[in-house]
């Protein structure tokens, strides 16, 4: 998966990919960096990178994600292109949309059986105060909603459902 984000004020073309052990690999630059990550009972989320650990804080906005470690900080991590941004699956890349982080259920706007179309609102979710919209990421139908509002969820999540219309 082809993303650009903007990091500190420098645009940067990241190509994403399954990795082994759950994890994944990075190309950014020409370097390969290989990643994974592992929710912790905390709410914080371990990271590894080329093997460096790295314990954080992840949060998301609509178009951006917040990572805050203790030792550097925050820093925010912004989706340049408006495809693939933070809580959205790419369209045709899978019909489920899948937690970004562990949080709780604020509001559902859709129900089963509903169509859907590109863009439109499904569910607003809160981690760490911060409340993320999930997005439809095609024309679809609603297959099922697996959390209700207030539900908490973990890191991985499937929220929800889609099916061709």
């Given amino acids: 998966m082809r993303r650009r984000y903007l990091i500190n004020g420098q645009t ?12 994944f690999s990075m190309l950014r630059a020409g370097r390969r960096l290989d990643a994974r990550a592992e929710a912790l009972p905390d709410g914080r989320q371990r990271l590894g990178i080329d093997a460096q650990e790295h314990t954080v804080w992840i949060a998301a906005s609509e178009k951006s994600v917040f990572v805050h470690s203790n030792a550097s900080g925050t820093i925010e991590i912004e989706t340049v292109d408006a495809a693939g941004g933070a809580g959205q699956a790419r369209a045709g890349a899978s019909d489920t949309l899948v937690a970004p ?11 089963e059986g509903d169509m859907v179309s590109v863009g439109q609102p499904l569910m607003v ?3 760490m105060k911060l409340e993320t919209t999930l997005l439809a990421p095609r024309e679809a139908r609603v297959k099922a909603v697996h ?3 207030g539900a908490t969820f973990r890191l991985k999540a499937i929220l929800l459902t889609l099916t061709d219309a």
């Fill in 125 to 127: 979710i809160e981690s």
């Fill in 101 to 111: 982080m562990p949080g709780t259920v604020i509001a559902i706007q859709v129900a």
């Fill in 12 to 23: 940067h073309d990241v190509v994403v990919t399954r990795g082994v052990n759950d994890g």
């Fill in 147 to 149: 959390f209700g509002v």
